[in-house]
């Protein structure tokens, strides 16, 4: 058994199925369930019409583009991928509005039901109609000889045959049983007839002596028992229309768990009411062999096939309403040539291929991929790195950019390939040189992570105030980016067409500690580019303040926070806040990183990063991807929490003494019980709550590093 999942971009994890490759269009049928509990393995037939003006039998009409002996159909679960056995059991009608009559084996048919999908459109497809993997028991008498597997044969004397011709089984003064199965309840269909003085038999429960047999007999006598049951050697229901010598038809012995059993003829098709019925109580047994028998009189019986199935009342069957308010919809599949899926699920190259291709269905994401990120498991059985190549298109159609190592991020930035929204990837694989070695090489995994290659400045984004001279870490979000990947850092003025360099060429740590210029004054942006495409960049969201600082006693410039300022306020005035939101007096929001930086010396998973008076304005991506905390907190606690990692560090700068910040801040919040899987999920796609989590005492809660 394999499970398949998808992820939130609809990356399917499974390579997909080999037996869709290749097919253009599907669509949805609904089925009905049937009782107020599940049904397990059930067979439903489904007719499907070759045209709009097909027989207004069928379940569902096709607007053409299928082939005429319908070949080109597959039948899946919801999941668009695990396909369903089915069994094509005839095509009636002529082109172009021809039906054909399908039994399509479900797994689960739940009591409300459930949508299945129908594959079509393949211009060439094998046939895998094979009644053996729908019904109970099936057998059409293929081949020269009976399954030996199936039925066990007796003859009634010396000259008694059992031999198949032509699909089509003959028995004289003979009788066949099922080998190694047992029919407990359900329906027994056949199609057979008899010849001139004779009868077809169908033993519904076969004993150890024909004595003790229950069968269902079908005779040309006109002496009044020509559709009967028959219990051991004595008639025990019947119905005396007799059969026509020569003529086939259909049978159908139903059984339900009590018992009772109704047998009906119907004319060679099915079709229709029963010409005869007939029933009788037998009583409930364990599941027994079924089987066929001739008359004991010289003359023979012919069956064209046989079969078993579920039966419920009233049975699942296709929802026509609802299906015809479906259409078919292009899809866009994986492609196998030689090369298919192994029982675990792994990509295996077809036996005796020289060379195996896998080309992954298209993957559109909602933006155009700037970085990708290929990797994957394969056990290439000592035939090396030459025995895998992986190559990615971004465009439908388009190129397939080669060069690809496990594992390692590629840009578009370095004009290793075009950026696009539509990815596929393509693997290769080659035959071993050598005879007689190990397991055929596989692919037993493969993931794409793809990113737009955007660039976020989180501080300063603007409404700060810098001091000119001082030292302020700049922080930026680029996901996807490596940690070792060039950024330049500049700075403008309000105008934002001057860009001053800080850094030209820095890694992507997510900060840098920029020494804000004496000069410096007024309004001013932080843009942070991609090194090798300076047109990929992030900017502060608005303009920050940059102001001269006055210096202290002992000539240390004194560099106050925004946070610093705000409670230095606060406490001048004797309150915190007005009457109007008297209610958050005391609380502050702190904001709270969410999964690691790419730098080592960046912020980490659940590191404080800002604290800031309850009720402040977060932007909406401090609110997608941080988490908000709201605790009641001290000045003095809330400015503990702003403190960093070691205590500031007078240095020398053009004569002049400013602080240094030498690591992030100190404290960490603790967010194994506070952000579930989902959440962080959430995070990743810019999407944690708005409304802060509101804790009444942060102090437990939170940890000094190390």
Sequence with gaps: MRIVYSDLSGMQGSFGNELLSEFSSRRHIYIKGSTSSSLFNYQVPIKVGESKRSADTCDLKLSGGVLSDFADIRFTLPDGETVLPHYLENVTGSAPNRTASFWVRIPEIPADGLPIYMYHGKAVAADLSDGGKVFDFFDDFRGSVLDPQKWTVTMYDDSGKAGIAN??????????????????????????????????????????????????????????????????????????????????????????????????????????????????????????????????????????????????????????????????????????????????GSLIPADGALESVYISRLVSPSFEARILKPSWEADLSGGGAETLSISIAVEKGGEFYSGWVNGVARYASKKEFEKGSQLRWKAVIAAENEVGDKQSPSIQSFALEYWPGDIRIVMPKGGETLAAGAEYIIFWEAPGYGPKYPMEIAYSSPDRDDFRIIAPNTDNSGDYIWGVPEQASGKAVVKVSDYNDKAVYGISEDYFLIMSGALGDDGIQEVKSDEEAILEEEQEAGEALTPETNSLEGYYDILIKVGDNPSPDGYKDGDVVMVKPAGYLWGAEEKGTFYIVRARLTPEKALELMKPGQSVTPVSRSRRKAAKVLKRRGYRLNLSNKITLQDRVQAAQGHLPGEPMEVPDITSMTERKQ
């Design 167 to 344: 699909s089509l089984l003959t028995l004289e003064r003979a009788r066949i049983t099922s080998a190694d199965y047992g029919f407990a309840g359900g329906l027994i269909e056949y199609k057979a007839r008899a010849s001139a003085n004779g009868s077809a038999e169908l033993i519904i429960r076969a004993a150890s002596t024909t004595d003790g047999d229950l069968r269902a007999y079908s005779s040309v006598s006109s002496l009044g028992s020509g559709h009967s049951i028959i219990m051991g050697s004595g008639i025990v229901a019947n119905d005396p229309k007799p059969v026509s010598s020569g003529v086939f038809y259909t049978y159908k012995i139903y059984c339900d768990d009590v018992g009772d059993v109704a047998f009906r003829r119907y004319d060679e098709d099915g079709s229709g009411s029963a010409q005869a019925e007939t029933a009788y109580s037998a009583g409930s047994e364990e599941a027994s062999p079924i089987g066929l028998s001739s008359s004991l009189q010289a003359e023979t019986m012919d069956c064209l096939w046989i079969r078993t199935r579920k039966a419920a009342n009233p049975p699942p069957q296709v929802d026509r309403e609802k299906t015809a308010s479906t259409v078919s919809e292009p899809v866009d599949l994986a492609e196998f040539y030689n090369v298919s899926t192994a029982p675990d």
